[in-house]
């Protein structure tokens, strides 16, 4: 299939760019970074076209421009704030996303309930960790934090809901999502973590296969 071939490519220059992180080499970020997202973006568009394809698009092109907006954050705080509200919308997009997929079961409510309380601790816990040293950035930080919960909230309620693989690729790549942001949020506003580039790229770029894997999963394609 066509879009596997995206995928490969994908991985290949995945690879080079976190070996290049690893090894203290982040000018790179510049060269290789931007080429990443768009080849999941082809591989979505290589597939056969399903309902939702176009809001799994738009997903991905406003976290393409938060990645490329976010290349300039050291040269000034506008640049954060600007790559958030970019990821903020991907994550709205991603929340539709999720809300249009089939569901196949009902789902457990003691354990959604469960699951709700667990992210709202979560979400809460990290807040309250950071929230001292957010300084001028502490309402959008706090309005991110609380979107990208409720897209792990919307990823919880699918994997109860949906079929089997998609369901749990795309709540793993949701969890993974937030482990990401989190390793980035305590790099940049608590302390900073030796290889943290290389351990936020390593989290973001597995978390954005796996989302886009899973509702591909949930969108098969018919045999002709």
């Known amino acids: 299939m066509k879009h596997t071939l995206f995928f490969k490519i994908y991985f290949f220059i995945s690879l080079i760019y976190l070996l290049a992180l690893l090894l203290g080499y982040e000018y790179l970020d510049l060269y290789l970074k931007p080429t990443l997202i768009p080849l999941l973006g082809f591989a979505v568009y290589a597939y056969k076209r399903f309902p939702s394809r176009n809001l799994l698009l738009a997903a991905l092109a406003f976290s393409w421009i938060g990645d490329i907006v976010l290349l300039f954050a050291d040269i000034a705080e506008i640049y954060f704030i600007l790559a958030l509200a970019s990821f903020l919308i ?83 790549g949701a969890i993974i999502f937030v482990i990401s942001d989190s390793i980035l949020a305590i790099n940049k506003f608590y302390t900073s973590i030796e290889k943290g580039s290389f351990f936020i790229m390593l989290t973001y770029l597995v978390a954005q296969y796996l989302l886009v894997l899973g509702i591909l999963e949930l969108n098969p394609q018919k045999e002709e």
């Not at 089939?102 to 809460?124: A, D, S």
């Not at 001292?132 to 909230?153: E, H, R």
Request: net charge positive.
């Open 90 to 172: 991907s994550h709205l997009l991603y929340c539709t996303l999720f809300n249009k997929q089939k569901t196949v079961e009902i789902r457990n409510n003691i354990v959604f309930r469960i699951g709700c309380l667990i992210i709202l601790l979560y979400v809460v816990g990290m807040i309250s960790f950071l929230l001292p040293t957010l300084g001028s950035l502490k309402v959008p930080v706090i309005i991110y934090a609380f979107v990208i919960s409720t897209m792990l909230l919307f990823a919880f309620n699918g994997f109860l809901s949906w079929s089997k693989p998609g369901n749990k690729y795309v709540f793993y």
